[in-house]
């Protein structure tokens, strides 16, 4: 009788502890997921604020030349149009991390 009731104890500890470390498991594997998407849409922010200051940078240099030189040029006018591009798709990235983050409360 002793030896059954100790069986049955073991039994429902190893039941217990299998469902314990299948919900750990689980929990982990959400967590890392959560993770990996979170430093991709990192590093592409990164890159696009990266790319921002650049062309920021090209267009402060074509005006300060095009004010020394006393016209225009067609450095001012390509730079202009890189930072109106990197300036949308910038945007446009934010506006979708937005939604996303409003879409997963």
């Known amino acids: ?4 009731l100790v069986a049955i104890i073991c039994t429902v500890i ?12 689980r929990h982990f594997k959400r967590v890392e997921k959560y993770t ?12 696009l604020v990266l790319k921002s ?16 030189d006393g016209k225009t040029n067609g450095c001012t006018k390509k730079a202009l149009a890189d930072y109106e591009s ?7 990235f934010l506006l979708e991390s937005a939604v996303k983050k409003v879409n997963k409360k």
């Open 86 to 92: 990197v300036e949308t798709e910038l945007n446009a």
């Open 14 to 25: 190893t039941a217990l502890s299998g469902a314990i470390l299948y919900f750990l498991q």
């Open 53 to 68: 200051l650049k062309a920021i940078g090209d267009l402060t240099v074509a005006n300060a030349t095009a004010i020394r």
């Open 36 to 47: 990996e998407d979170a430093d991709e849409r990192r590093t592409r922010k990164d890159l």
């Open 1 to 4: 009788m002793t030896e059954i």
